[in-house]
């Protein structure tokens, strides 16, 4: 009985002892664990400014990550030499000019339409000019800013041309190939039925399948966003033989879009496109920049910050615009090297014009 | 009575060339059908094939003799009538299907890269090598030397991996995905079949969960749920995440086809071996694991060509490989609609490789006459 008595008293002992050495070393290390825990707050608190100061965060890094397409005619794909061109190449181009006056302190991120959206939220990028449509929800829901439009598409139709067919009202019983499961394909039902004309569905999964099918001619028709349609009628072999119809039954506004909640930000990629559609509408270009310095029209002057303090507004340098229009051009000649008339996807400016010419391109005024 | 011993010479038909072709090709008039349907077809197409790759095809000139830079200028496009292929754009485009967007100036690292790497799978690939040994010593050191001639770091000037591409990101996925799924998918198999509760069902749940998903949704998992779990500070790699994806994704594979080896070992193999007093790492070391792997090895190269050709799928999560190359230069406005071109160009590199590793298979077999039944019956 005695025994045992001093065996749990050793045992009781023991455990104390093991309790109080860990409380000790607790103790000890209390230091250690304050560190920590002030380290984790410290990683919490960037992760929450990292959102407030892009432009900063940018600058501090030396180069702007731009999130583009993985490759699509005309808007962002490698060339030859592997240097990425196309109109959205030319977006995330001009705002790495505007923050660095470098043409060249950009690095592109290739996303796919699935990692797009989380690739931006992530922090992965800073922007993303990826031909994305400019919807409601992508606006708010998603939390997400679209500062402008650098393209307005839409769905449209092509047929060959030997078809005879001038307006897509006359399609009346023609066999359309259709990708499932999109938006075009309602937009298409919803166009026939306005029309009261009737149309046979030819399901497609992929942009190439329908290329082959109509090419094949297994459909009269493809339907897709008008600038899908273009490249693929520059990729046929003869071209001519297929045309695009004049219809427009969808609106596809694309722009370059930045997290939301960082205004800041925000303002320089806002105003960096809008920089280039506003010298487009007073004829500033690439070539006549340097003597436009001396213009006598107050905006120009503006723009260009021979007046007024609009860079340090933005944070940036005062010519920031000018370097834009330098090294990218104005608006029209970034959509003439890329997906202009000229190009082989021959898309002639339409919706994409000035207001002043027809189009619905817009900018607000700069002073 | 002489003429009696004479040894008679067999029929003409079953020897020589008539006799194979009798055998063979025209055993019965199935055979004969089935054989001259194959020859017509051969004989439609092989001419057709050989025409469009190679005798019209444009290497890097169209017919008037110019240097072909964009798709108009191909013969096929100049006069449909006539051409054949436009290789043009391979050669134009080699350096990127090769090297991706890698700086021109730092590209001699990635050729010492890809010649180290044959000069690692050489012991691997020639049993007799001479000194074979200090060329396995460089086989497992490869990888370390490989990530910093190619990554930077040690006095390389950093090459970000999104400026990587082409075969490099194939050759780094599939060569990484194979060579640490193996070690790994050989501790799960171990794992599954382990006494030990614990382990065994954590391996088995991990197993069956990599196996229940597709491959897509864990380089989905990856590439965008991760970031958002980890805190803005921490940066990974973009290729580090996918690399991540497609080793947890083959090693969940290659540990059920090693349990598949594993279950093929009799059990008085394990008895002979415990009997003899070896421990548990011993027995599974010398006895089980080198019969298990050698009767694998058909399923394990059938998972590793898997792998090879399931890395394309990371075009998805916006990392251009071979394939993601050749569809950013079909969206090049100067090299549109040569879609077979490209594709062929892609499919003939991956059927290279491919092709090279399943003869390297058939070869370890030989070697490992793993044909022989080893008394299991």
């Known amino acids: ?310 860079g340090e507004m933005l944070e940036l340098s005062n010519d920031w615009a000018y370097q834009i229009i330098k090294q990218i051009g104005n608006y029209s000649e970034s959509y003439e090297a890329n997906v202009g008339p000229d190009t082989p996807l021959e898309i002639a400016r339409g919706l994409n014009a000035l207001w002043t010419q027809g189009g619905i391109l817009y900018a607000p005024p700069f002073r | 009575m002489n003429e009696m011993n004479e040894v008679r010479k067999p029929p003409v038909a079953t020897t020589g060339f008539i006799g194979w072709l009798r055998i063979n090709l025209f055993f019965n008039w199935t055979n004969s059908l089935i054989t001259l349907f194959v020859i017509y077809c051969l004989y439609q197409f092989i001419p057709w094939i050989l025409d469009w790759t190679i005798f019209s095809a444009d290497f890097k000139y169209n017919y008037l003799g110019e240097q072909i830079t964009n798709q108009e200028m191909c013969s096929r496009n100049l006069d449909p009538e006539n051409g054949g292929a436009c290789w043009a754009v391979i050669y134009v485009r080699f350096y990127q299907f090769i090297y991706g967007f890698y700086p021109k100036v730092e590209v001699w690292r990635v050729n010492i890269a890809y010649a180290m790497l044959a000069l690692a799978l050489l012991p691997l690939l020639y049993a007799k090598l001479p000194y074979r040994k200090y060329f396995l010593y460089f086989t497992y050191i490869f990888p370390v030397i490989a990530y910093f001639l190619l990554n930077g770091g040690l006095g390389f000037t950093e090459v970000s991996t999104n400026k990587w591409g082409g075969l490099l990101v194939t050759l780094v996925l599939g060569c990484t995905g194979i060579a640490l799924a193996f070690p790994i998918g050989i501790m799960l198999a171990l794992g599954r079949r382990s006494k030990l509760p614990v382990i065994s069902m954590m391996c088995t749940l991990f197993i069956e969960f990599i196996r229940g998903v597709p491959l897509i949704t864990l380089l989905f998992f990856g590439m965008v749920m991760l970031p958002l779990f980890l805190p803005e500070g921490i940066d990974m790699d973009g290729l580090v995440r996918v690399l991540v994806a497609v080793t947890l994704f083959q090693s969940a594979y290659m540990a059920e086809v090693i349990r598949g080896g594993l279950q093929a070992i009799p059990p008085g193999q394990y008895e002979a071996a415990k009997s003899l007093g070896m421990s548990y790492w011993r027995m599974n070391l010398l006895i089980i694991l080198p019969q298990a792997i050698r009767i694998s090895i058909p399923p394990i190269v059938n998972t590793s060509i898997g792998l090879f050709k399931d890395t394309t799928l990371v075009i998805i999560v916006g990392i251009l490989d071979l394939l993601g190359i050749g569809r950013g230069t079909l969206a090049d406005t100067n090299w549109l609609g040569l879609s077979y071109e490209i594709y062929f160009f892609v499919s003939l590199v991956f059927f290279i490789f491919t092709f090279g590793m399943s003869r390297y298979s058939l070869y370890l077999e030989k070697k490992l006459k793993t044909g022989i039944n080893m008394g299991a019956d």
């Open chain 1, 1 to 310: 009985m005695h025994k045992s008595i001093i065996w749990i008293n050793l045992l009781i002992w023991y455990r104390e002892a093991i309790f109080e050495k860990r409380y000790l070393n607790n103790y000890l290390n209390g230091e250690n664990n304050m560190k920590k825990l002030l380290s984790i707050f410290a990683v919490a608190a960037f992760a929450f400014s990292a959102n407030a100061g892009t432009l900063d965060d940018v600058k501090n890094r030396g180069f702007l990550k731009c999130g583009v397409t993985t490759g699509l005619a005309g808007f962002a794909a490698p060339d030859d030499s592997g240097e990425w061109a196309g109109l959205d190449a030319d977006m995330c181009r001009a705002v790495a000019v505007a923050v660095f006056g470098d043409r060249s302190k950009v690095e592109f991120i290739t996303t796919t339409g699935k990692s797009r959206f989380p690739t931006l939220a992530s922090g992965e990028v800073d922007m993303l000019a990826r031909n994305t449509t400019w919807t409601i929800s992508r606006d708010v829901n998603l939390g997400f800013e679209f500062v402008g439009v650098n393209f307005y598409d839409g769905q449209g139709f092509m047929v060959p041309s030997a078809l005879g067919v001038s307006s897509a009202t006359e399609l009346d019983g023609a066999t359309v190939c259709i990708q499932t499961g999109t938006t075009t394909e309602l937009n298409l039902a919803d166009f026939f039925r306005l029309n009261g004309i009737s149309y046979e569905a030819l399901p497609i999964e992929t942009n190439d399948e329908g290329k082959e099918n109509l090419f094949a001619g297994r459909c009269d028709v493809y339907t897709t966003d008008a600038s899908g349609l273009s490249s693929t009628r520059a990729a046929a072999p003869n071209p001519d033989k297929w045309k695009v119809l004049p219809e427009i039954i969808s609106k596809e506004p694309l722009g370059p879009l930045v997290r939301h909640g960082d205004h800041q930000w925000g303002d320089v990629v806002r105003w960096s496109l809008n920089a280039m559609i506003i010298a487009e509408e007073l004829g500033v270009t690439s070539e006549n920049v340097d003597a436009q310095m001396s213009s006598n029209v107050p905006e120009v002057l503006r723009l260009l910050g021979v007046e007024g303090n609009y």
